[in-house]
């Protein structure tokens, strides 16, 4: 298995790098990408459902993605602590209707020691907002480095 680093324990640092590296993986929108940051048989909790491994979050993005158009994502850092990290995001995206929404949330990292992530519990909640409203108006794919994150934004 190959590793993924930063690995733990994690400094703020290392911690730091691991939410950018994980926010533009999932920017990438690409199931099967952000499946390798995780451990084979990976836990997640995806606000009201539970699975484990691979398969079962490639299936999960794929669907997720298929109904959450024009997705864009900032995580922060949150806090901190040898192989866990936790982390607050924000999201938007529309659905087939063209009605944009943003969402809120946290998520609990659990890192085994090649830097795989073997847990996820996110808690999420969706707000609707008016086009004018969107912050996160980059091209698809990573969030540019001169873009502000959730802070700066005043999220």
Same mark, same amino acid.
């Given at each position: 298995?190959?590793? %993924? ?8 640092? &290392? ?9 533009? &993986? ?5 199931? $099967?990408? +952000?499946?390798? $940051?995780? &451990?084979? =048989?990976?836990?997640?909790? /995806? ?16 669907? !997720? ?9 900032? !995580?922060?850092?949150?806090?901190? %602590?040898? /192989? %866990?990290?936790? +982390? ?5 995206? %529309? ?26 519990? $996110?808690?999420? /909640? =969706?707000? $609707? ?5 969107? !912050? ?20």
């Amino acid at each position: 298995m190959p590793r %993924h680093p930063p690995l733990p324990p994690f400094t703020l640092e &290392t911690a730091l790098e691991k939410v950018r590296l994980a926010e533009d &993986t999932w920017n990438s929108r690409d199931p $099967a990408r +952000v499946a390798l $940051a995780y &451990t084979e =048989d990976s836990r997640w909790r /995806n606000r009201s459902e539970f699975f484990r491994g691979r398969a079962a979050i490639i299936e999960f993005l794929t669907r !997720k993605w298929a109904s959450e158009l024009d997705y864009r994502l900032i !995580k922060e850092l949150w806090a901190f %602590h040898e /192989n %866990h990290i936790s +982390v607050r995001f924000q999201y938007e995206c %529309h659905n087939d209707s063209g009605h944009w929404f943003r969402a809120h949330g946290n998520e609990q990292w659990e890192f085994d020691d090649d830097g795989l992530m073997r847990r996820r519990e $996110a808690s999420i /909640n =969706d707000v $609707a907002i008016a086009p004018q409203d969107r !912050k996160f108006l980059w091209p698809a794919g990573p969030r540019p480095a001169s873009h502000p994150g959730l802070s700066e934004l005043g999220l």
